[in-house]
């Protein structure tokens, strides 16, 4: 079934740096990769998203790219801030069964 | 926005307690699911379900039974609680993609 690696597990910047967060699934039938992001005790929110048929997406300070032939995506925050420091996570949608599989998250702590 | 509803939002039980976690969602979605969050593993699904009387496999379904009861209505059992089921618990709901997340359940098995 379908794998996603999520990587790096966490990250500390300082407020103003930009970010970067990289996501590889294995599954060629996956054709839906939304985003989330968990702030601390909080549920999970939804972020941004990408199809299989996009190569870009943005969205005010983020940047979603998708890579079709290697199977791999990566977020760009820019801009940090302190309210930004959450765990994102990563997740990939087949076209059939509507199976949901999510990476393992990567934690961001921005300090100001 | 679509509203998903879990309860309890804490509970601790014994080993080889018996516990069901509830979830409700009022958006009508097909699509609902169960996943258990644990530090280095991320969100891992259980079961999920595209309507009522349906039931699919999950990827760490070993433990846990559900049941969808109503469009609405999504259930997950633990018949024989086992520490290894200490987790963080959220339900989600579907329409299209994009999860609706429930605030989660915090389960602790002594």
């Known amino acids: 079934g379908e794998q996603v690696e999520q990587l790096p597990s966490s990250l500390i910047v300082q407020e103003g740096a930009s970010v970067l967060i990289n996501c590889s699934y294995t599954d060629s039938a996956s054709v839906y990769f939304p985003w989330y992001k968990q702030e601390p005790g909080k549920r999970l929110q939804f972020i941004i998203d990408?199809?299989?048929?996009?190569e870009r997406k943005q969205t005010q300070r983020l940047t979603l790219l998708f890579d079709k032939k290697t199977k791999h995506l990566s977020l760009h925050i820019t801009a940090t801030q302190p309210g930004d420091s959450a765990i994102y996570f990563c997740?990939?949608?087949?076209?059939?069964?509507?199976?949901?599989?999510f990476g393992s998250g990567t934690r961001l702590l921005v300090s100001p | 926005e679509a509203a998903v509803t879990q309860s309890p939002r804490n509970k601790v039980t014994v080993t080889g307690g018996n516990v069901t976690l509830s979830c409700r969602q009022t958006?009508?979605?097909?699509?609902m699911y169960w996943y258990r969050q644990d530090t280095g593993h991320g969100l891992r699904l259980i079961h999920y379900s595209y309507g009522a009387g349906n039931l699919q496999i999950g990827d760490v379904p070993d433990g846990y039974k559900a049941t969808r009861t109503t469009q609405e209505d999504f259930f997950l059992l633990l018949e024989l609680a086992s520490p290894s089921q200490t987790s963080l618990y959220f339900c989600a709901s579907s329409d299209a993609g994009t999860l609706y997340f429930g605030s989660g359940t915090r389960l602790t098995v002594l």
């Open positions: 997740s990939a949608t087949g076209t059939g069964g509507y199976k949901v599989v």
């Open positions: 958006n009508s979605h097909n699509y």
């Open positions: 990408i199809r299989s048929n996009m």
